[in-house]
């Protein structure tokens, strides 16, 4: 089946540490995205690719970054620079960017102990 | 950059009543997404509206877009305890998919 994937489900991570969250896609899509989500809140986006070796800041990239070597992989790392790490990260695929829906993962919640 | 307003940002039914979420813009938008998000799960694509004027039905959801691409809704007839989720709109921005701050739907049964 054709799909997003992201791993772990859950994270718990101490303070100090860097996290990394997986998202793998088989849907061959060009576009990827990483969005933050707080508690009754909406979608932040972070970073997000257009095409492999390229990607770009959203509106809250400070503490994070990512990396887009391959098309069907988009991690994003949690450093120990981000203030206030504890959310539920969603990663998205979309064939264009924008203008085609966007297909999501299930999700990681991180939580700093 | 491209910023949308949705509301209400809370709404709390009973079962069997209808709601409406509504998204308004600024700017003009070149098209606009619908997505539901269930209670601990991740959003998933409902619609996109394309054209001036649309309106779009699937079973009890009915989805508009404003004549001037400006504002779109999206109406449920006599909400089921299934309908209950936030609900977020998508538009583009300059470089990507910028989404509204969602109405969250409890229903009462």
């Known amino acids: 089946d054709g799909g997003i994937t992201q791993s772990p489900k859950y994270l718990f991570r101490k303070e100090g540490q860097n996290v990394t969250l997986s998202c793998e896609q088989n849907l061959n899509h060009d576009a990827m995205y990483w969005y933050r989500q707080d508690p009754g809140q909406g979608l932040r986006l972070i970073y997000y690719?257009?095409?492999?070796?390229?990607?770009q800041k959203g509106d809250i990239a400070e503490g994070y970054s990512v990396s887009r070597e391959k098309k069907e992989s988009f991690p994003l790392t949690v450093t120990s620079a981000q203030k206030n790490p504890t959310a539920f990260y969603l990663c998205?695929?979309?064939?264009?960017?924008?203008?085609?829906?966007?297909?999501f993962g299930q999700g990681t919640r991180l939580t700093v102990v | 950059g491209q910023q949308v307003m949705q509301i209400p940002q809370y709404q709390h039914v009973q079962e069997g009543e209808d709601f409406t979420t509504y998204c308004n813009s600024s700017t003009t938008l070149s098209n606009i997404q619908w997505y539901k998000q269930r209670p601990g799960g991740h959003p998933v694509f409902l619609i996109q509206l394309v054209k001036s004027g649309e309106v779009k039905k699937q079973k009890r959801l009915t989805f508009q877009f404003g004549e001037a691409k400006k504002n779109s809704s999206l109406h449920i007839t006599a909400t089921q305890t299934t309908d209950v989720g936030t609900y977020f709109c998508?538009?583009?921005?300059?470089?990507?998919?910028?989404f509204g701050q969602g109405t969250r739907l409890t229903i009462n049964p």
């Open positions: 690719s257009q095409i492999v070796n390229d990607f």
């Open positions: 998508g538009v583009q921005g300059a470089q990507t998919l910028v």
């Open positions: 998205a695929s979309s064939r264009q960017q924008g203008w085609t829906e966007a297909f």
